[in-house]
């Protein structure tokens, strides 16, 4: 028997809660100057009960070819990628009004 969703009560399948939340975010996205001079890529304001973060960190560095870390509910991706994260979250459901990049 397939489990159900408490917050929806659909079968987990069909469980549109994360679709929903996705739509629902407002996500800064810009550069932060770090240690030794180097920029990172910060994505902030991504709900993390709502979106797996973990998740979403690792489908970006893939796909951007970078590495980076999760720390205080923000994800920093090493070098600067603002336009391209953007694009990439918009690929994954993120609405694209909902994504600013500063």
């Known amino acids: 028997m397939s489990e159900?969703?408490?917050v929806c009560g659909l079968v987990k399948e069909l469980c549109v809660c994360e679709t929903i939340a996705k739509e629902s975010q407002k996500i800064l996205v810009y550069i932060e100057r770090k240690k030794f001079n180097k920029n990172y890529t910060i994505v902030k304001g991504i709900d993390e009960k709502e979106i797996?973060?973990?998740?979403?960190?690792?489908?970006?560095?893939s796909e951007l070819a970078c590495g980076g870390t999760i720390k205080e509910g923000k994800i920093e991706l090493q070098g600067e990628h603002?336009?391209?994260?953007r694009s990439i979250l918009i690929k994954?459901?993120?609405?694209?009004g909902s994504?600013?990049?500063?």
Do not use: N, T, W
């Open 4 to 6: 159900i969703c408490p």
């Open 52 to 61: 797996d973060l973990r998740d979403l960190a690792r489908k970006l560095k």
């Open 82 to 85: 603002k336009q391209k994260a």
């Open 92 to 96: 994954y459901g993120f609405m694209p």
């Open 99 to 102: 994504v600013e990049v500063r």
